[in-house]
């Protein structure tokens, strides 16, 4: 059975530039979320996606969003890139969206430059 | 505010030892706890779980304690293996409802270093 998918693997931008990142989920898991692991902090949670609307998000700017196709699959997008967002992106699946195990994809590097 | 916190950043284990590690959480709410692994550059992989309905679950060289009333828990790994050096993250989780629904809020991790 195939894992949770990221691409890009990596990604090098500018300040102020947008960035589009992609995930595919454990098949037949509905729930996607996005974590952000910046240099020296542990996982912050970004957004949980289940059945294509957006169920919870944490302490982020709106300048990050995404979505959720009918296919399960996420798109997260961040705008107006800082220098701050450079981070590890990982997206991870699950059955459902509590009291389930979250089961990681290997994550998009992100730099700003 | 750290809801979820491991207070050792490393913990330095000899091969067929027993390496313990601990983590500490503040919300009442949370009622089920994860640990990951994580090495450099990769996702997080899930090891083993735990609600808060139990106190103990065990899943091979891998064992969870969880002691409710001091809000602690803690991984027991026994025998320690050097394929076992990695970053451990435990997380944790609420019921549905509020606004920790659906999400895992994790500790800063610990290195555990297993020496041949």
């Known amino acids: 059975e195939a894992g949770v998918t990221q691409s890009p693997t990596h990604l090098i931008k500018t300040r102020g530039q947008q960035v589009t990142l992609r995930c595919s989920p454990i098949s037949g898991h509905t729930s996607v979320y996005w974590y952000q692991q910046a240099l020296g902090l542990g996982l912050q949670f970004l957004l949980w996606y289940d059945e294509g609307e957006e169920r919870n998000r944490g302490n982020f700017p709106p300048r990050f969003s995404g979505r959720q196709f009918p296919n399960y699959s996420s798109e997260l997008n961040v705008n107006a890139l800082e220098l701050e967002d450079s981070a590890l992106y990982l997206c991870a699946s699950s059955l459902v969206g509590t009291n389930n195990e979250q089961f990681f994809g290997p994550g998009t590097r992100l730099t700003v430059l | 505010d750290q809801q979820v916190k491991q207070n050792s950043p490393s913990l330095s284990v000899q091969e067929g030892r027993i390496s313990i590690l601990n983590c500490d959480y503040t919300n009442s709410m949370f009622d089920y706890f994860l640990w990951y692994k994580k090495y450099p550059a990769e996702g997080p992989t899930f090891l083993i779980s735990?609600?808060?309905?139990?106190d103990k679950n065990e899943d091979g060289r891998f064992t969870v304690f969880l002691n409710k009333s001091a809000k602690h828990l803690s991984l027991h790994i026994v025998p320690s293996q050097p394929g076992d050096s990695a970053v451990y993250f435990c997380a944790a989780t609420p019921n549905a409802g509020g606004t920790s629904y659906g999400k895992l809020t994790f500790g800063q991790g610990t290195i555990l270093t297993v020496h041949p």
């Open positions: 735990i609600s808060s309905i139990k």
